[in-house]
């Protein structure tokens, strides 16, 4: 079996109200895919994070991630589509995005 690597539409962003990371895929993802958003650190006191994102009925280009619990910093964003992660942006020998800032809830 041949993977395809996600790629996004557009950058993602983090919700109106903070709660969620939304993303929109280049391709339509079917609903029993496993979909899970990948934040990395970025800074000494951070953490990274692996949250599931939320169940689909239908094959759809939005995907959405809860981000209860996360603590509030700027990541590296990435999505894991059926074990196969989106690529980040690489420039002059370090990680520059796409990127997301979670803000104090």
Do not use: H, N
């Given at each position: ?56 009925a239908d094959?759809?280009t939005t ?43």
């Amino acid at each position: 079996a041949s993977s395809i690597v996600p790629g996004f539409a557009a950058a993602p962003s983090i919700g109106e109200d903070g709660k969620q990371l939304d993303f929109t895929m280049a391709l339509a993802v079917p609903p029993q895919a496993s979909a899970i958003a990948l934040l990395f650190a970025r800074g000494a006191k951070s953490s990274s994070y692996k949250i599931p994102c939320l169940p689909r009925a239908d094959a759809t280009t939005t995907l959405v991630a809860p981000l209860a619990g996360v603590s509030p910093g700027e990541y590296l964003v990435s999505v894991e589509i059926d074990g196969v992660a989106s690529l980040l942006d690489w420039k002059d020998g370090r990680y520059t995005g796409p990127l997301g800032t979670v803000k104090e809830s």
